[in-house]
């Protein structure tokens, strides 16, 4: 807090508490009915300047409650946006796992698709065997492996 601000609460302390002192003094004399003419005027401006400082502090304590008012709906909505947030979060890593889940089957489908592709297509990799003439005693034809009966 900034020196000239306690300064300046210090010395409008003072002044309230001895306002408050001469008013306590002058209530009592009021009490005995010994007011003079000059402590009249006195204590009625030390109550005006009580009843002023007291509206004031109404008023500022009022304008503070307003902000305070205000505080709260901000914090009630940041965390709201907080747990929105998270919930977003949450939803998010859900469907990420899923996404995964997902994603390793396919992967899984897919190896398996390209093994059975593999197996299924090895002849293709492996060059065409040529027919050959086989001529036996009974007739020539083409084989494409000679067998026994091709000697």
């Avoid at 000239?4 to 001469?22: D, F, G, P, S």
């Avoid at 002023?52 to 305070?68: A, H, K």
């Amino acid at each position: 807090m900034a020196r000239r601000t306690m300064a300046y609460r210090r010395r409008r302390a003072a002044e309230r508490e001895q306002r408050r002192e001469v008013l306590a003094h002058l209530l009592s004399r009021s009490d005995r009915g010994v007011l003079t003419d000059t402590e009249r005027p006195l204590l009625r401006a030390h109550v005006e300047a009580e009843l002023r400082e007291s509206d004031d502090l109404r008023r500022t304590i009022n304008g503070q409650q307003r902000r305070i008012e205000r505080f709260i709906a901000q914090l009630a909505a940041a965390h709201d946006a907080i747990r929105e947030a998270e919930q977003d979060a949450a939803d998010a890593r859900e469907q990420l796992r899923a996404y995964r889940t997902a994603e390793a089957q396919r992967q899984d489908r897919a190896t398996r698709i390209r093994a059975f592709l593999a197996e299924q297509t090895t002849h293709l990799n492996t060059p065409e065997p040529q027919p050959i003439e086989c001529r036996n005693r009974f007739h020539i034809h083409q084989v494409t492996r000679p067998g026994p009966e091709c000697q």
